[in-house]
């Protein structure tokens, strides 16, 4: 479940990119504003993730942390 619950957040981010920019600058506010209802441990992951973002090409980056969830966003 929490694979699968971390890659549903990872996909909204790759298919809404206003969801993306306020899932960097404030991921608790993003998560609730879009009826995500995660537990501390996918939270921390969803911040460890957020941290591995950096600069370059975002998309691509979350594509290949989707893929390691099980999802394909593609």
């Not at 929490?2 to 899932?23: D, S, T």
């Not at 691509?60 to 966003?73: C, D, F, M, N, R």
């Amino acid at each position: 479940m929490r694979n699968e619950m971390i890659g549903a957040v990872v996909r909204r981010a790759i298919e809404h990119p206003e969801f993306r920019r306020r899932l960097v600058e404030n991921p608790q506010d993003a998560l609730t504003a879009h009826g995500f209802a995660l537990e501390d441990a996918e939270l921390a992951e969803i911040e460890r993730i957020r941290g591995s973002l950096g600069d370059g090409d975002v998309e691509q980056k979350l594509i290949t942390i989707a893929e390691s969830y099980g999802v394909h966003p593609r």
